[in-house]
């Protein structure tokens, strides 16, 4: 829910750029046509970006109705929050039953580890795509592993999107990562793995490198 007040306009400057990349279709070059999966993805980072600067009664409204229906979801479908739901003074038939989200005790490591299982839906509808695991690398704890569903994968996509354009990067400057590898022959000094572009979600839509 919103916790903080924000600007009352929108920077004039800050405005999704329109994707630049190279078009899914052959010969047409400019403008380019971009993937179904590409156009998604810009379209919601187009939303995004624009929800953020509604009213803050609105933008909380509308949570509120978000919150309400993962809730209702995560009640009757997680053997894992049904008894923690009902311990934060939920009740499905309740007006104000969005109130009851900040009552609810904040996730934890060992939650994940010990509850896993309980945490999945038992109805997970098919809009949302296959599901798929992912795990931790574990190097500042125990490693943890969640289910992602394309849905959410997109939400996260869209969010390093905008995260990018909020701080006004160039795209066409390069970039540098320090992370893990399996792989114990790449990223070696001095100069790593050298790579093509940003890689994805931002290659999906820009021009990047």
């Given at each position: 829910?919103?916790?903080?007040?924000?600007?009352a306009?929108?920077?004039?400057?800050?405005?999704?750029?329109?994707?630049?990349?190279?078009?899914?279709?052959?010969?047409?070059?400019w403008?380019?046509?971009?993937s179904?999966?590409?156009?998604?993805?810009?379209?919601?980072?187009?939303?995004?970006?624009?929800?953020?600067?509604?009213?803050?009664a609105?933008?909380?409204?509308r949570?509120?109705?978000?919150?309400?229906?993962?809730?209702?979801?995560?009640?009757?479908t997680?053997?894992?929050?049904?008894?923690?739901?009902?311990?934060?003074?939920?009740?499905?038939?309740?007006?104000?039953?969005?109130?009851?989200?900040?009552?609810?005790?904040?996730?934890?490591?060992?939650?994940?580890?010990?509850?896993?299982?309980?945490?999945?839906?038992?109805?997970?509808?098919?809009?949302?795509?296959?599901?798929?695991?992912?795990?931790?690398?574990?190097?500042?704890?125990?490693?943890?592993?969640?289910?992602?569903?394309?849905?959410?994968?997109?939400?996260?996509?869209?969010?390093?999107?905008?995260e990018?354009?909020?701080?006004?990067?160039?795209?066409?400057?390069?970039?540098?990562?320090?992370?893990?590898?399996?792989?114990?022959?790449?990223?070696?000094?001095?100069?790593?793995?050298?790579?093509?572009?940003?890689?994805?979600?931002?290659?999906?839509?820009?021009?990047?490198?």
């Amino acid at each position: 829910m919103a916790n903080s007040r924000p600007p009352a306009t929108r920077p004039p400057d800050l405005v999704l750029p329109p994707s630049i990349a190279a078009s899914a279709v052959p010969g047409l070059v400019w403008p380019p046509v971009p993937s179904i999966p590409a156009a998604l993805l810009h379209a919601v980072v187009g939303d995004f970006l624009v929800n953020q600067w509604l009213d803050p009664a609105e933008l909380q409204r509308r949570q509120a109705m978000q919150v309400a229906s993962l809730l209702e979801h995560a009640y009757e479908t997680c053997p894992f929050y049904g008894p923690r739901l009902e311990e934060a003074g939920y009740r499905p038939d309740d007006d104000h039953r969005s109130e009851s989200w900040s009552r609810i005790p904040l996730l934890t490591r060992k939650d994940l580890r010990d509850h896993r299982e309980g945490m999945l839906t038992t109805n997970l509808h098919p809009a949302h795509g296959e599901t798929q695991d992912a795990t931790t690398s574990g190097s500042t704890g125990s490693p943890v592993t969640v289910t992602k569903t394309r849905v959410s994968d997109l939400i996260w996509r869209a969010q390093t999107v905008l995260e990018h354009v909020q701080h006004r990067r160039r795209f066409s400057a390069k970039q540098a990562y320090v992370k893990f590898l399996e792989d114990p022959s790449q990223g070696q000094p001095p100069h790593g793995t050298p790579a093509p572009n940003w890689g994805s979600p931002m290659s999906e839509l820009f021009l990047t490198g």
